[in-house]
């Protein structure tokens, strides 16, 4: 992957977020066991973060998922922002595999279960 792929958020105040991906390189899916992962949001590139995303590889090591807790998202302040994920290969190659904006929403009703 040589160039990365953009990909569009959407996130609610107060509300758990998460997005699972699987990689794919010619229709063959990588096997995540051993990468590792870290995506954060920022108002712009070198300003202070906002958010960082948690990152999960799934057992059979075909998706990862990013996620953020609603105590998180509660804390953003409505607006857009931007994002991106990157990955460290166990061969040691480092690589941004996806960027875009984020737009988080505030939310209507405050009285939650």
């Known amino acids: 992957m040589a160039i990365s792929g953009n990909y569009n958020l959407v996130i609610e105040c107060g509300a758990d977020f998460s997005l699972t991906f699987v990689l794919k390189n010619n229709g063959e899916v990588y096997d995540l066991t051993d990468w590792v992962f870290a995506a954060q949001m920022r108002n712009a590139p070198g300003e202070t973060v906002l958010a960082d995303f948690d990152t999960e590889i ?50 209507i009703t405050n009285a939650v279960p």
């Open 58 to 107: 799934s057992a059979d090591g075909e998706r990862m998922t990013i996620s953020l807790d609603y105590e998180t998202t509660a804390a953003l302040d409505e607006g857009h922002f931007k994002w991106d994920l990157f990955a460290l290969r166990p061969d040691g190659v480092r690589m941004r595999l996806l960027e875009g904006n984020v737009t988080v929403v505030e939310r």
